[in-house]
């Protein structure tokens, strides 16, 4: 079993069910929308998977580093295109404390 997580094999184990999950979830979507947020959820923990692996088997740290900015990229980009589908609020816009202005009238 040590050698399963010291050789990163595990971590491999787990990049191919992420990898059938992606397939799953495309062809799920197909029909119902874009799953472009949920793979690029996928990919940043797929990211995060590599940066592990590369540092369970003494993989220099610019590649764990690479991985680690390539999980933040992928992060980025879905947080990105889950905020742009957010629908605005039908009707007028209320004020708010937020939205007052802090001027006297």
């Not at 397939?23 to 990919?43: I, M, Y």
């Not at 390539?70 to 947080?79: I, R, V």
Request: net charge neutral.
């Amino acid at each position: 079993m040590a050698l399963l997580f010291s050789s990163g094999h595990i971590v491999d184990a787990v990049l191919v069910l992420v990898a059938v999950e992606a397939v799953v979830l495309t062809l799920w979507f197909r029909r119902d929308g874009s799953p472009l947020p949920l793979l690029c959820n996928l990919a940043s923990g797929a990211a995060l998977m590599l940066a592990l692996r590369a540092a369970l088997t003494g993989a220099d740290w610019t590649v764990v580093a690479l991985c680690l900015a390539a999980a933040g990229l992928a992060h980025g980009t879905e947080m990105t295109l889950r905020l742009r589908a957010v629908p605005e609020p039908a009707g007028p816009r209320r004020e708010t404390p937020s939205t007052r202005t802090l001027m006297p009238d």
